[in-house]
């Protein structure tokens, strides 16, 4: 058949070169968690995609290779003024469903993706 090719032109703030997760995660999460903490800003951190681009790798990270969740977490307690609360959701928008993954009732949903 006839092929269509259309081009698009796409805009990025920034492209990273081969680093280690530690480094991507450090130049993502980093500056976030400093704002947030010196009451600037409040901050969220959003990955977007096809199935299997990376999401869960980027987000969560396998053992040994933190993602960017455990890394900004660990970063808050770290850096956390004396005094100061923490309040923070952790959330799945998957299929159309919210999802609250701090949620003891998501264990209970099969698969987390029913039932809400």
């Known amino acids: 058949g006839n092929r269509v090719t ?3 032109e796409f805009l990025f703030d920034r492209v ?7 480094e991507i995660c450090a130049q993502v999460a980093g500056p976030l968690v400093g704002a947030v903490l010196e009451g ?3 901050a969220t951190l959003f990955a977007y995609g096809q199935t299997g ?3 869960t790798f980027t987000m969560e990270g ?3 290779h933190e993602g960017i969740i455990p890394f900004a977490v660990r970063e808050v307690f770290k850096r ?4 100061l609360e923490v309040h923070m959701q952790y959330v799945q928008l998957y ?3 919210f ?3 701090f949620s003891p009732k998501l264990d209970e949903v099969a698969g987390g993706k029913e039932g809400w």
Request: glycine share 10%; aromatic share 4%; charged share 15%.
């Open 40 to 42: 600037s800003s409040n």
């Open 99 to 101: 999802l609250d993954l």
């Open 95 to 97: 299929n159309s469903d």
């Open 16 to 22: 990273f070169q081969p680093a280690t997760q530690l």
């Open 53 to 55: 681009a990376g999401k």
């Open 6 to 8: 259309e081009s698009a």
């Open 80 to 83: 956390l003024p004396p005094g």
């Open 62 to 64: 396998p053992p040994g």
